[in-house]
Antibody, heavy 116, light 109 residues
């Protein structure tokens, strides 16, 4: 059974870079034709797609975040990662990772708070 | 950008009711639409993909229909465990490649 788990700091200072990793277990990140993506949800609000990566390294980013987002993959560790630079309080959210194109399964999510 | 607009944003219903949620796309997206259920503090759960295909393990009281720009999620007989927020999501060839609707919260009347 495929499982995803997000990890990373729960608190990031304004203007710094948010870094999260998604570890995939129960299957290989490079064994099938899926994208792997990041989605976020600010407290009390809806879902926003951040960006996605294929195991080969090709990426798609949400144009609204593209200038600040980098997603990378490490097939040897069965992980993919998110970096979001120059964060502000508006980036406070629960961050999820998921397998795509239809988002399933999802990780449990991790709350990242941007505050000094 | 392709926008997804869900209606209603909030719905109050009773156990046993038939519930319908609509998702309208600003441009045609064929059948590239999915529906998710999210309960408080939990990750969303895929219910339906490709507009009308029920995800494995999802109860048959959930159904989806539509194509092009108008889609519906129907719960034939609302159960206590169905009170949640529902999101539609589209997939297309242009950026942003994946987008979500704003959500519909289904609460107990």
């Amino acid at each position: 059974q495929l499982q995803l788990q997000e990890s990373g700091p729960g608190l990031v200072k304004p203007s710094e870079t948010l870094s999260l990793t998604c570890t995939v277990s129960g299957g290989s990140i490079s064994s099938s034709s899926y994208y792997w993506g990041w989605i976020r949800q600010p407290p009390g609000k809806g879902l926003e797609w951040i960006g996605s990566i294929y195991y080969s390294g090709s990426t798609y980013y949400n144009p609204s975040l593209k200038s600040r987002v980098t997603i990378s993959v490490d097939t040897s560790k069965n992980q993919f990662s998110l970096k979001l630079s120059s964060v502000t309080a508006a980036d406070t959210a629960v961050y999820y990772c998921a397998r795509q194109d239809w988002f399933d399964p999802w990780g449990q999510g991790t709350l990242v708070t941007v505050s000094s | 950008d392709i926008q997804l607009t869900q209606s209603p944003s909030f719905l109050s219903a009773s156990v046993g009711d038939r519930v319908t949620i609509t998702c309208r796309a600003s441009q045609g997206i064929s059948s590239y639409l999915a529906w998710y259920q999210q309960k408080p503090g939990k990750a969303p759960k895929l219910l339906i993909y490709a507009a009308s295909t029920l995800q494995s393990g999802v109860p048959s009281r959930f159904s989806g229909s539509g194509s092009g720009t108008e889609f519906t999620l129907t719960i034939s007989s609302l159960q206590p465990e169905d009170f949640a927020t529902y999101y539609c999501q589209q997939l297309n060839s242009y950026l942003p490649k994946w987008t979500f609707g704003q959500g519909t919260k289904v609460e107990i009347k």
